[in-house]
T-cell receptor, first 112, second 114 residues
Framework: QKEVEQDPGPLSVPEGAIVSLNCTYS??????FMWYRQYSRKGPELLMY????GNKEDGRFTAQVDKSSKYISLFIRDSQPSDSATYLC????????????FGAGTQVVVTP | DTGVSQNPRHKITKRGQNVTFRCDPI?????LYWYRQTLGQGPEFLTY????????KSRLLSDRFSAERPKGSFSTLEIQRTEQGDSAMYLC????????????FGQGTRLTVV
């Protein structure tokens, strides 16, 4: 079983809808969590970074971390066709700052 | 462009040849990471550096792989005697240093071994 599980999708939503993405993990030592967006054949682009439990908002993006449930979420409000991409969650521990565990990614398609 | 820069963007090589990739991190970022990504999967950790010191290596990094970061600036990843299974996107990322995990990735080098 992988340490980080993420539904591969594809997740198709109409333009303007809220996109809801999530990851579950098994390692309770994970302390920081990131969401990346990756367009086809491009490198991952950092969207959100959170440390410990709670919510963080940045523009149309909201990241939630529930460490008790080992569950993290990313919400995208007012979705646009340009949001069509693969979204990757990543997480790590403070005793190994450089080693992140990634989910396999969820493909999102926003239709006009 | 002040982001992470990787060269070349694409590399096609014959099985058994050696290849070398270069990564230039964001200026003043102390940490540099190498990851590998295959189609439909998330990136997998290979190794990372704190300045010039290589602090951790994944068991994915076989003896055919070697990474260096001389003088704590750019880094190179060399694969010797390439195999078809080495075909993947090789990603480099950098971050400011200890206590900050935000890692910024380059555009990757796509390796195809034929």
């Amino acid at each position: 079983q992988k340490e980080v599980e993420q539904d591969p999708g594809p997740l198709s939503v109409p333009e303007g809808a809220i996109v809801s993405l999530n990851c579950t993990y098994s390692n309770s030592a994970f302390q920081y969590f990131m969401w990346y967006r990756q367009y086809s054949r491009k490198g991952p682009e950092l969207l959100m970074y959170t440390y410990s439990s709670g919510n963080k908002e940045d523009g149309r993006f909201t990241a939630q971390v529930d460490k008790s449930s080992k569950y993290i979420s990313l919400f995208i409000r007012d979705s646009q066709p340009s949001d069509s991409a693969t979204y990757l969650c990543a997480m790590g521990t403070t005793d190994s700052w450089g080693k992140f565990q990634f989910g396999a990614g969820t493909q999102v398609v926003v239709t006009p | 462009d002040t982001g992470v820069s990787q060269n070349p963007r694409h590399k096609i090589t014959k099985r058994g040849q050696n290849v070398t990739f270069r990564c230039d991190p964001i200026s003043e970022h102390n940490r540099l990471y190498w990851y590998r990504q295959t189609l439909g999967q998330g990136p997998e950790f290979l190794t990372y550096f704190q300045n010039e010191a290589q602090l951790e290596k994944s068991r994915l990094l076989s003896d055919r792989f070697s990474a260096e970061r001389p003088k704590g600036s750019f880094s190179t990843l060399e694969i010797q005697r390439t195999e078809q299974g080495d075909s993947a996107m090789y990603l480099c990322a950098s971050s400011p240093g200890t206590g900050v995990a935000e890692a910024f990735f380059g555009q990757g080098t796509r390796l195809t071994v034929v």
